[in-house]
């Protein structure tokens, strides 16, 4: 049954998408280990933990697809669900450094040394066990979700007024987390970690590994989100997003269709998140900044939302320009070349890259079939 | 369906007593009272404005009356559930501006109304059986949509959306039907389809039938409510509600 619900509605761009991540996942780390420095083949380690970083932008661009694409919630906060996941690695790897810390504490962190604190807090318990981060990097952020989904949906908060209450809690979540005593690291965040499950986070083949793992990871979040959207419940969501509305006069529980996507992408979001931290090194408070949600909101756009594809494509696609952008004398444009791009792609490419080339190719190869009203009407 | 329930307060199907609704102070329904009795079918007619849409959204759950009594099978009162928990029990409804999802194929716009239980775990993991294709079918047929049923409900004319709506709610296969103004927008030879389409359905269904265009409704050949300013005017054969004065005055009239 698992099988079947992954690989129904499969088509040739989702098997394109699965054959060149699966490619990356097992070259990509040879490419790495294997060939000499010198080869015009061998990956650079740094290059590959940059586009580690590119494919976990990519899986919280597909969490965000699946709710905004497909439900039509505009999260402009999913930014959130991804750091509460990186905050639970985070803790993970804090623990792990043991007394090779600074202060040479073998259960407080640095910073709660610094902080005179004496004993850890209780929301550190447990996580010294991988299993329990990694139970932690799907339940914080889902159980987040849930229970904000559960009061804005069910009292029917939507389109406008949601966007700006999921802004707000990542907005309120960044204050949070920069203050010391929560016991997340305030300013600093969480970072100088060590190891990761027995290997050191810094070796090349554990970056190497990493990289696979978030290949694999990003597969694996693809066939869930395309398992979801290809399933009869994927087109109750569509219907949602389409005429809220006449889909409840139809019998279905909208709140609830909408609290399970929402707390699925949440935990999406959430995996991402833990697969960048040991990537990057380090995970801080800016990380809720409102800014990246909408960054991600336009990675999407710009790939082509309600593709699930399109959404990880605009996420690589967006960063690697923002890494080429950023590293040279046009770094400080970098923003408005964002913002220009996100107008460009909402008047002349309102369906993305994706989306557009897909209309193109199927332009050529075959007669337009009549186009639906562009505005989905609201049932009266 | 035709026995009442036991413990039911009345054995109508469906039952408003001196339901009044207001919208910022204009009073839309005014003491409206109506009974359907299981297996009937009812056509609504009225002016613009009389109140029969918003009729249909206090009996589907959307509006909340400020009065009166609203039950459904006796003793269901519907002013206490929601649209879904209403929809569950049995009340269907086709919208007077044509509603149907416009990206989603016509055989899933089908395949959505299709009667089954409507949980999350039920529809992640639905397969269509059998049968359920075969009513697919068979709706598909009815509604004369059958060649269309991979072409998206967004690209089909007015007429044909109304019609997909209809079908939408036969696969429903609700206790109620509710269709409001099914032959706007539709040709004569539609329109007159349309008629001989849900005479058909109201052989197992009741039905509440809100339309203008007399013919439509002469061809029908029900009791007729007429509804103005939110309460009935008058309610009887179509001849004797056709004659009546008051009835001339402010709609036949015109
Ligand atoms: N949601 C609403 N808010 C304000 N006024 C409404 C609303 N719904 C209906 N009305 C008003 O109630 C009256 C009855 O409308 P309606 O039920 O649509 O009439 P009908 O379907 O008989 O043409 C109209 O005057 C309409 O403007
Ligand atoms: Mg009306």
């Given at each position: 049954m698992i099988t079947r619900f992954l690989i129904q509605g499969m088509d040739k761009r989702g098997l394109v998408f699965l054959a060149v991540l699966a490619a990356l996942a097992i070259l990509v780390?040879?490419?790495?280990?294997?060939?000499?420095?010198?080869?015009?083949?061998?990956?650079?380690?740094?290059?590959?933990?940059?586009?580690?970083?590119?494919?976990?932008?990519?899986?919280?661009?597909?969490?965000?697809?699946?709710?905004?694409?497909?439900?039509?919630?505009?999260?402009?906060?999913?930014?959130?669900?991804?750091?509460?996941?990186?905050?639970?690695?985070?803790?993970?790897?804090?623990?792990?450094?043991?007394?090779?810390?600074?202060?040479?504490?073998?259960?407080?962190?640095?910073?709660?040394?610094?902080?005179?604190?004496?004993?850890?807090?209780?929301?550190?318990?447990?996580?010294?066990?991988?299993?329990?981060?990694?139970?932690?990097?799907?339940?914080?952020?889902?159980?987040?979700?849930?229970?904000?989904?559960?009061?804005?949906?069910?009292?029917?908060?939507?389109?406008?007024?949601?966007?700006?209450?999921?802004?707000?809690?990542?907005?309120?979540?960044?204050?949070?987390f920069f203050r010391n005593d929560m016991g997340f690291g305030g300013n600093n965040g969480l970072t100088d970690f060590k190891e990761i499950v027995g290997f050191n986070v810094q070796a090349q083949s554990t970056r190497a590994a990493l990289f696979s793992m978030t290949c694999i990871m990003l597969i694996a979040g693809f066939l869930i989100a395309r398992g979801i959207v290809s399933s009869k419940l994927g087109k109750v969501v569509i219907a949602i997003r389409d005429a809220e509305s006449r889909t409840r006069f139809l019998g279905y529980r909208v709140d609830r269709f909408k609290l399970f996507v929402f707390t699925v992408s949440a935990c999406m979001a959430g995996v991402a998140g833990a697969l960048y931290v040991p990537q990057v090194g380090i995970i801080n408070p800016s990380e809720f900044a409102p800014a990246n949600s909408i960054e991600t909101v336009i990675w999407v756009a710009v790939g082509g939302r309600g593709t699930?594809?399109?959404a990880a494509l605009g996420a690589v696609v967006v960063n690697y320009a923002k890494t080429v952008f950023t590293s040279g004398f046009m770094a400080p444009y970098w923003l408005f070349a964002l913002g220009a791009l996100f107008v460009f792609v909402t008047i002349f490419m309102p369906k993305g890259i994706l989306g557009t080339a897909q209309d193109w190719w199927t332009r050529r190869k075959a007669p337009p079939e009549p186009s639906p009203a562009a505005e989905p009407a609201p049932a009266e | 369906m035709n026995a009442p329930v036991p413990g039911a307060l009345t054995s109508s199907l469906l039952y408003l007593d001196g339901v009044s609704v207001s919208f910022d102070g204009f009073k839309a329904i005014r003491g409206l009272s109506l009974t359907i009795e299981p297996g009937e079918m009812r056509a609504i007619i009225g002016p613009n404005g009389a109140g029969k849409t918003t009729m249909m959204d206090i009996i589907t759950g959307k509006t909340k009356p400020d009065v009166g009594t609203v039950m459904f099978g006796g003793s269901v009162d519907l002013t206490k559930l929601d649209e879904a928990a209403i929809a569950n029990l049995g009340i269907g409804r086709k919208f007077q501006k044509p509603t149907v999802f416009d990206f989603h194929t016509i055989e899933d716009n089908i395949l959505l109304a299709l009667k089954s239980k409507r949980t999350v775990t039920r529809t992640l993991f639905w397969r269509t059986a059998a049968a359920d294709a075969k009513r697919i079918d068979d709706i598909l047929?009815?509604?004369?949509?059958?060649?269309?049923?991979?072409?998206?409900?967004?690209?089909?004319?007015?007429?044909?959306?109304?019609?997909l709506e209809i079908g939408m709610l036969l696969a429903q296969d609700p206790k109620l039907l509710l269709v409001d103004e099914p032959a706007a927008g539709m040709t004569d030879g539609e329109t007159a389809e349309t008629a001989v389409l849900l005479k058909e359905i109201a052989r197992d269904h009741s039905v509440i039938v809100v339309e203008h265009d007399m013919g439509f409704i002469r061809e029908l050949g029900v009791k007729v409510t007429v509804l103005h300013e939110g309460s009935v005017l008058a309610e009887g054969p179509l001849d004797q509600v056709s004659a009546n004065e008051r009835v001339v005055e402010v709609y036949l009239g015109r």
């Amino acid at each position: 049954m698992i099988t079947r619900f992954l690989i129904q509605g499969m088509d040739k761009r989702g098997l394109v998408f699965l054959a060149v991540l699966a490619a990356l996942a097992i070259l990509v780390p040879l490419a790495n280990l294997l060939l000499p420095p010198g080869s015009l083949l061998h990956v650079p380690t740094s290059t590959m933990s940059l586009w580690g970083k590119y494919l976990c932008y990519a899986l919280l661009a597909i969490s965000l697809d699946l709710v905004w694409g497909y439900c039509g919630i505009l999260s402009l906060g999913h930014g959130a669900f991804f750091a509460l996941g990186g905050y639970a690695m985070g803790m993970y790897l804090m623990r792990q450094i043991g007394s090779r810390g600074t202060y040479g504490n073998p259960i407080l962190p640095d910073f709660m040394v610094f902080l005179n604190w004496s004993e850890l807090p209780w929301y550190w318990y447990g996580f010294s066990s991988f299993p329990f981060a990694m139970l932690m990097v799907l339940a914080v952020p889902g159980l987040l979700a849930f229970v904000f989904g559960w009061f804005a949906f069910r009292s029917r908060v939507t389109g406008v007024y949601l966007s700006i209450i999921t802004q707000a809690l990542t907005y309120a979540l960044l204050l949070a987390f920069f203050r010391n005593d929560m016991g997340f690291g305030g300013n600093n965040g969480l970072t100088d970690f060590k190891e990761i499950v027995g290997f050191n986070v810094q070796a090349q083949s554990t970056r190497a590994a990493l990289f696979s793992m978030t290949c694999i990871m990003l597969i694996a979040g693809f066939l869930i989100a395309r398992g979801i959207v290809s399933s009869k419940l994927g087109k109750v969501v569509i219907a949602i997003r389409d005429a809220e509305s006449r889909t409840r006069f139809l019998g279905y529980r909208v709140d609830r269709f909408k609290l399970f996507v929402f707390t699925v992408s949440a935990c999406m979001a959430g995996v991402a998140g833990a697969l960048y931290v040991p990537q990057v090194g380090i995970i801080n408070p800016s990380e809720f900044a409102p800014a990246n949600s909408i960054e991600t909101v336009i990675w999407v756009a710009v790939g082509g939302r309600g593709t699930l594809v399109g959404a990880a494509l605009g996420a690589v696609v967006v960063n690697y320009a923002k890494t080429v952008f950023t590293s040279g004398f046009m770094a400080p444009y970098w923003l408005f070349a964002l913002g220009a791009l996100f107008v460009f792609v909402t008047i002349f490419m309102p369906k993305g890259i994706l989306g557009t080339a897909q209309d193109w190719w199927t332009r050529r190869k075959a007669p337009p079939e009549p186009s639906p009203a562009a505005e989905p009407a609201p049932a009266e | 369906m035709n026995a009442p329930v036991p413990g039911a307060l009345t054995s109508s199907l469906l039952y408003l007593d001196g339901v009044s609704v207001s919208f910022d102070g204009f009073k839309a329904i005014r003491g409206l009272s109506l009974t359907i009795e299981p297996g009937e079918m009812r056509a609504i007619i009225g002016p613009n404005g009389a109140g029969k849409t918003t009729m249909m959204d206090i009996i589907t759950g959307k509006t909340k009356p400020d009065v009166g009594t609203v039950m459904f099978g006796g003793s269901v009162d519907l002013t206490k559930l929601d649209e879904a928990a209403i929809a569950n029990l049995g009340i269907g409804r086709k919208f007077q501006k044509p509603t149907v999802f416009d990206f989603h194929t016509i055989e899933d716009n089908i395949l959505l109304a299709l009667k089954s239980k409507r949980t999350v775990t039920r529809t992640l993991f639905w397969r269509t059986a059998a049968a359920d294709a075969k009513r697919i079918d068979d709706i598909l047929g009815i509604i004369k949509l059958g060649d269309a049923r991979d072409r998206l409900a967004g690209s089909l004319s007015h007429g044909q959306k109304q019609w997909l709506e209809i079908g939408m709610l036969l696969a429903q296969d609700p206790k109620l039907l509710l269709v409001d103004e099914p032959a706007a927008g539709m040709t004569d030879g539609e329109t007159a389809e349309t008629a001989v389409l849900l005479k058909e359905i109201a052989r197992d269904h009741s039905v509440i039938v809100v339309e203008h265009d007399m013919g439509f409704i002469r061809e029908l050949g029900v009791k007729v409510t007429v509804l103005h300013e939110g309460s009935v005017l008058a309610e009887g054969p179509l001849d004797q509600v056709s004659a009546n004065e008051r009835v001339v005055e402010v709609y036949l009239g015109r």
